[in-house]
């Protein structure tokens, strides 16, 4: 399992590619790779479930128990899981690297939000919670 500061990095270099649905399967990837490192950290063990036909929906419900705050990125997964659908429907689309785009932003927050979440307790009141990271001055 990669680190979160390597599916960041990951993210930071992603460019629109021209296979969409390969796009689409890696950046699905990367946000339940995110998840993985959540559940992992809180001493569970990642389900191989489905949820409306997406793992990662099932990874987020199983990260969302017992811990209401972490429903703030649900949003972000619904989101990630239609962009997925979206350009492996119509890959040839002429918003495919748009829509890849998008859905890389949105696993980034994914991974943000996860890494936010495991080094400060309480994060997640909010959608854009990473914030607070970014103001503390560095160590």
């Known amino acids: 399992m990669r680190s979160l500061g390597a599916l960041e990095a990951e993210l930071d270099s992603f460019d629109a590619q021209p296979e969409a649905a390969a796009a689409a399967q890696r950046l699905l990837r990367i946000a ?3 998840l993985e490192q959540w ?3 809180r001493g569970e063990i990642p389900t191989a479930e489905e949820r409306e036909g997406f793992r990662l929906l099932a990874l987020h419900r199983q990260g969302a128990r017992g811990l209401p705050s972490f429903n703030a990125c649900r949003e972000s ?3 990630i ?3 997925y659908n979206m350009l492996c429907m119509e890959p ?3 918003e495919a690297a ?3 785009r998008m859905m890389a932003m949105l696993a980034k927050h994914v991974v943000l ?3 936010g ?3 400060v307790e309480g994060l997640g009141e909010f959608c854009c919670a990473s914030r607070p990271l970014r103001l503390e001055p560095s160590q």
């Open 32 to 34: 339940e790779e995110a």
């Open 39 to 41: 559940i992992v950290a």
């Open 77 to 79: 997964c619904r989101e």
């Open 81 to 83: 899981a239609y962009h």
């Open 92 to 94: 040839g689309h002429e």
């Open 98 to 100: 748009r829509r890849q």
């Open 113 to 115: 939000f996860v890494s």
């Open 117 to 119: 979440k495991m080094q």
